[in-house]
């Protein structure tokens, strides 16, 4: 706020730019994974998200994780990935460059590059200023159900 006229100093509490190339990797990690904060309270001062991005080696997973009471979005920017999910990570299901993927809060999770030649990278949003990781340790089973998104607007792949 100036303190002059009353009004609040956009030049200074106005729209920030990060650029790709100063991203910031001190960030909670999961092994097989690696996070750079782009946005968040620290950087830019963000109230109420987080956003950053994600990159997943060839042939490589994530350790189970969840993001407690957090919200996130996935946006697969290059690659295929392989999500499973569930308390024993018992289902999966795979999004490509241009898909979105929901993670609601405390569900565990993996990611998953599909790819054994190319890397997975994407964009997460979170629902927080702060990043939540919180790594678990899970006993997969070993055949994930295969769940597709079906609803009157998306219907089942084999229909």
């Known amino acids: 706020m100036n303190e002059t006229t ?6 200074e509490n106005g729209v920030r730019v990060v650029h790709g190339d100063n991203l910031d990797t001190n960030t909670p990690q999961t092994p097989g994974m690696n996070r ?9 001062g963000a109230q109420k998200l ?10 490589a997973k994530t350790g189970a994780h ?22 024993q990570l018992e289902f999966t299901a ?6 979105f993927i929901y993670v609601p809060p405390y569900v565990p999770h993996q990611e998953i590059n599909a790819s054994q ?3 997975l990278e994407c964009v997460v949003v979170r629902s927080d200023n702060e990043a939540v990781v ?9 055949e994930p159900e295969e769940v597709h998104w079906v609803d009157p607007i998306h ?3 084999h229909a």
């Open 155 to 157: 219907k089942h792949p």
């Open 134 to 142: 919180i790594n678990l340790d899970i006993a997969a089973v070993e």
């Open 36 to 44: 750079a904060a782009a946005i968040n309270y620290a950087r830019v």
């Open 94 to 99: 795979e999004a490509g460059p241009g898909d």
């Open 50 to 59: 987080w956003a950053g991005t994600v990159t997943i080696h060839p042939n």
């Open 6 to 11: 009353g009004q609040t100093d956009w030049r």
């Open 117 to 119: 030649q190319e890397p």
């Open 66 to 87: 969840h993001h407690g009471a957090l919200e996130s979005v996935i946006y697969v920017v290059h690659g295929h990935a392989r999500m499973r999910w569930g308390n």
